[in-house]
């Protein structure tokens, strides 16, 4: 899949700051309008080139910002060779003339670089593949005067569109299209052949309303929201909102699963890639780990259970804040439920919140745990050591030698003769090719309560810890250039080898009588 920016506009509404210079480029604290959205486009697995078409009067400075990137996708600029906004192409054609031009015959992620995004593409990529069909992004706009400034469609319960109208004076419904599109290679011919069949030239949703008439289309509704930058005080505004040092997030509803974590334009989360790991940051529910055999049980009745649970799988729905499942009783969990979550920021630290409430007439079981992945600091494959972690107790004193008091077999705890100690130095681990060879380090009986990633210097980079930590997991693939690592607290922990037990007996379980709730916190501290 390639991922075209059409960025050959002139922005004329921003007057002498866009009169020599592109809107997205236009600096939003330490990065770029642009450079934003392609920190988080670059990480989907399946986008193997970025291509920006834009105009004579930019292109230069398009390349010149370019080079001195360093995404993991190359960056191609296309010059469309217009010079003022009288000769412009229109976004359309400008689609056009980079098909006609680099000779393209992929699936397209077509976007207009004058937004900042609050949600992953990833989840629109996999909107698209999993409906098979070309793609439009839509969002509910309540404002009736909006609605009549952008395209709105009429979708059925299967978010297939149905009908798509631009600028509508009486529109139709809520939905609105933001500038962000999927075409699919079969549908290529569709869009090479859009303007000589009538289609507009000049506005991205122009195609989009052809495509609609001409081919089956699906709509997937934006996770979070986007700031649109329209003009010089929109611009500004997001300036003063989102400038600033603070960490930033995105989430998505699938799994309320945290998508990115960023400061300063720069990415903490692992980006989910599958030929290392393709989670990101997945909530452990009900189960931590493995029950014994897949199979657990509860009043003599067996419940099949895969690893860490099921809520990392689960599509959530979004009620203000909260990320909310709702669910129950399963035919893998026979128990009526409440998982709400909440993400927030302090400063430095990212706070996931969660909460399990028990909507059951019964006693509820469960564990609950976070899984997040964290890049490593500077990573670079060659390097011997990648960095360090150190564990910390529930004051914050440094653990020099932590113990683990099972050894693992096939994801379930053994029994070993005695505890064995990690392999630090001078209280550190250093993170190698080899370090992970033994899987998981597993360290009980909440003994460590947060672990601290350090760089290669040995400063701390980032801590991640829980006032609750039961157990904690550390763990990475082990798979040469893997460039992450999981820092996990858990509330709960994998069965041991042999557990044939009741759900009520598992090592670390939690309970919640009917209407109690159970709150679980972890954060993620940068530095």
């Known amino acids: 899949m390639k991922n075209i920016v059409i960025a050959a506009g002139y922005a004329t509404r921003l007057g002498e700051l866009t009169k020599n210079f592109p809107k997205p480029l236009l600096q939003i604290g330490e990065s770029t309008i642009l450079g934003r959205m392609l920190d988080d486009i670059d990480r989907i697995p399946e986008i193997d080139e970025h291509i ?13 910002w370019a080079e001195k990137q360093h995404y993991t996708k190359p960056i191609t600029v296309v010059d469309d060779c217009t010079l003022t906004n009288e000769t412009r192409l229109g976004a359309v054609c400008d689609l056009l003339f980079a098909m006609d031009k680099l000779h393209l015959e992929d699936d397209l992620l077509v976007v207009a670089a004058d937004n900042l995004l609050f949600f992953s593409f990833q989840e629109f990529v996999d909107f698209a593949y999993a409906k098979g069909t070309s793609c439009i992004m839509c969002h509910e706009q309540p404002s009736v005067e909006k609605l009549q400034r952008t395209g709105v469609i009429v979708v059925d319960r299967d978010m297939k569109v149905l009908n798509m109208e631009e600028k509508p004076k009486v529109p139709k419904s809520t939905w609105a299209v933001p500038p962000f599109y999927i075409y699919l290679k079969k549908d290529l011919d569709l869009v090479r052949h859009s303007v000589e069949n009538g289609c507009g030239k000049d506005a991205p949703g122009n195609l989009a309303h052809y495509m609609v008439e001409h081919t089956t289309m699906h709509a997937w509704p934006m996770s979070a929201g986007r700031f649109d930058i329209g003009s010089l005080d929109t611009y500004y505004e997001a ?9 930033q997030f995105t989430v998505s509803t699938h799994g309320a699963e945290l998508q990115s974590l960023r400061k300063n334009g720069r990415e903490y989360l692992w980006h989910g890639d599958p030929a290392y790991w393709g989670r990101r940051s997945p909530i452990l529910f009900p189960m931590v780990g493995k029950v014994y055999g897949g199979i657990f049980r509860v009043d003599g009745k067996e419940y099949p259970m895969g690893q860490h649970g099921f809520a990392r ?5 979004k009620v203000g804040e909260r ?4 669910d129950g009783p399963l035919e893998n969990y026979p128990y009526q439920f409440e998982l709400a979550v909440t993400y927030r920021t302090e400063g430095n630290r990212f706070i996931a919140h969660w909460t399990v409430t028990n909507r059951d007439s019964r006693e509820m079981h469960f564990q609950i745990g976070a899984h997040p992945a964290l890049l490593l600091p500077d990573y670079n494959p060659a390097d011997a050591v990648h960095g360090y972690l150190q564990c910390l107790d529930a004051e914050g004193k440094v653990v020099e030698q932590p113990m683990l008091s099972h050894g693992l077999d096939g994801g379930c705890l053994t029994e070993l003769d005695a505890p064995v100690p990690m392999p630090m130095e001078d209280g550190l681990l250093p993170i190698t090719g080899e370090t992970f060879s033994i899987d998981t380090f597993m360290i009980e009986q909440g003994k460590v309560k947060s672990v601290t990633l350090l760089d290669k210097d040995k400063k701390p980079y980032l801590t991640v810890g829980s006032s609750q930590t039961q157990a904690y997991g550390i763990w990475a693939p082990y798979k040469p250039g893997c460039p992450f690592v999981c820092l996990e607290p858990w509330c709960g922990i994998t069965d041991t080898v042999g557990f044939s037990g009741d759900i009520s007996e598992r090592y670390l379980n939690h309970s919640l009588q009917p209407g109690e709730t159970f709150v679980f916190e972890y954060f993620i501290e940068i530095y």
């Open 52 to 64: 920006i078409i834009t105009n004579g009067r930019f292109a230069s400075i398009f390349q010149f």
């Open 239 to 247: 300036v003063e909102k989102y400038g600033s040092e603070r960490l």
């Open 323 to 326: 990320y909310v499942l709702a």
């Open 313 to 317: 799988d689960k599509e959530f729905r």
